[in-house]
């Protein structure tokens, strides 16, 4: 028996930036930079820039996620 998460979107969810719902690659960009530019998550790029398949739900957390929750995730992975 498999459990299933089911998320219910509002247009806040769906990150509006600038008055548009950005982009995949926009999301990527964006999420790109903050770990570029965040000493903690910056050796770890390669891994955290993945093609996970979560897609741009993984994007939207890696722009908003607290950079502990982060680094955590990462330091799981890499084990």
Known sequence: MHAYHITVQTE????????????TQELYEQARERVQH???LAPHEEFI?????????????VIDAPVEEIASWVEAGTR
């Open 12 to 23: 806040e969810d769906l990150r509006i930036r600038g008055g548009h719902t950005m982009t």
């Open 38 to 40: 965040t000493p903690e």
């Open 49 to 61: 820039l993945a093609d996970w398949p979560e897609g741009d739900d993984h994007w939207r957390w």
